[in-house]
């Protein structure tokens, strides 16, 4: 019995151990029927073979190197802790509060003055920061101070939880949220107090603040809104490249009323009308809720739950920061739990323009379906 | 889910990874590093480059793991993420470099000291279409199966299928000084 010619195709993959059994099998008949077709299969085998001399690949990276870049601290360290604090991505140092940053048997016995925020990596969320606690953030994160001041820290930035009331930055650059009170941030370089603002600092030229509203004093300066102090001086600020930005960019009506804490869906349209490109931060600030923030008429809206398989198709890798090209439009859908769906929304946007230049405009349009 | 799959140990420790385990990450790490680097430096032909995204690998893989479910072989995951990172490395590298028409290796990916066979192994790799380039490198270098390969690139099997055959045919031609005669005609 003649069995079937193989075509190129299944020849190749029988030669390259890829067939099952079945077909293997039947390639092995055909071969055996055929000599042409066995001379032809031995050659492709030959060439098959030379790639055992395939040059060794160089050494990858030290596992070090990638852990710090991944956030994770150092195996070395005892399970629990390791766990916790690979998983939070930050090392929370010693000191009085150290105590109440281990994962602990038993229930804390008091609250801790700060938490960080986000559900993208387990065991990080809640996670508490007492007085005197220190966050290192290895990647974009954000903490909450007594329930009421929101601090998104870059990647790279070290801050001591003061008090409710303080906070110190020893490196790097935040952005803060700060509700009318007082409030101060104290530096290296100099002391930053707040009544009831955003803005951010960033130490790590110098003392640099700029001021999206409200007022600060840094020093002797006061710094009102759009304004930045740098080397002493306080200017117009701008848009500076690589800075957080927060803008309020909608206030709509959501379309439909749905029960108290039901979780819908709600669809962003991110349009870049400005001339230079626009960044906005990636995944570790999109789970944070940092990115763009909700407000409904019950209050600040849970924006934690980004559907990623929608995110991605929408074009977004979950993994980087979203950067939006002249005049490009682009959709993020976002599951969120609704205090309240019925009445004025207010959304805005945290962003860092990628370009010296200002970016005109941006316009995001909601959908709760 | 792929017939007959079980779990094993490799995916238990991505598992472990997804729970936050810095110990089953540096265990994995340990595991794939080097499967991958080689995966990466063929696709990209270049060493540094491929050191980057090894480490751009392995901290997407650390980020996502909470997401991932066991219903699939970790090392085709992994694969599949680190074949992203190469393609978003390809599309930066497009737009940084429109003007040339293929990147040169860097010093340090081909060394003098090789013996021929080995640089005319990996020229021949290198001047492989993309597609081509990855299909033959899962085969041939990293034993994956035909569906894994389909899985990675996002592709049907017949789809692989056809490129490995362009693939070795294409290698076969470049390489042909350096195959074996076949015995009958040696003799």
Known sequence: VNAPRPDPETLTAHALGLLASAERAAVDAALAADPALAAEHAEIARHLALYEEFPAPPEPPAFSRVAATAGVTHAAWPPYWARWSAAAAVFLLAGAGAAMLLPSREPERRE????????????????????????????????????????????GAGLTVVSADEVRLERGRAYFEVPPGAFRVSTPRGDVAVLGTTFEVDVR????????????????????????????????????????????????????????????????????????????????????????????????????GLDFAQALSGGFDPLRPIVLGSRERRVVVFRVQVPSSAGSWRLSALYRPQGEAAVASESVSLEVR | VPEGFKPGPEETLLVEVGRGDARAFEALYRR????????????????????????????????AAPRWEARGRASTWLFTVARHAASNWRDQRRVRQTAVARAEPRPGTTSVERTELPAALERSVQDLSEPLRTAFVLARLHG???????????TAEGTVKSRLAAAEAALRKALARHVPPHPKAAS
């Open chain 1, 112 to 155: 801790p003055l700060a938490v960080l925020v986000g559900d993208h990596v387990p065991g990080r969320e809640g996670a508490g920061v007492a007085a005197g606690g220190r966050v290192e953030a290895l990647v974009p994160l954000e903490l909450r101070i007594a329930g009421r001041v929101r601090v998104v820290l870059d990647g």
């Open chain 1, 205 to 304: 030229t110098g003392l640099a603040v700029t001021v999206d509203e409200g007022r600060v004093r840094a020093g002797k300066s006061v710094v009102g809104a759009g304004e930045r102090l740098a080397d002493g001086k306080v200017a117009p600020a701008g848009e500076i490249a690589g800075a957080f930005f927060r803008r309020p960019v909608l206030s709509v009506e959501a379309p439909k009323a749905v029960e108290p804490g039901a979780s819908v869906h709600v669809s962003l349209v991110l349009e870049n009308r400005g001339p230079t490109p626009l960044e906005v931060p990636g995944p570790e600030t999109v789970a944070t809720g940092a990115l763009l923030s909700l407000t409904g008429p019950g209050g600040q809206v849970e924006t934690r």
């Open chain 2, 32 to 63: 794939f590093a080097r499967p991958l680097m080689a995966f990466l430096t063929t696709l990209t032909g270049d060493a540094t480059e491929a050191q980057d995204l090894v480490q751009e690998t392995f901290v997407r893989v650390w980020r």
């Open chain 2, 144 to 154: 994956r199966t035909l569906a894994e390969i389909a899985e990675i690139e996002g």
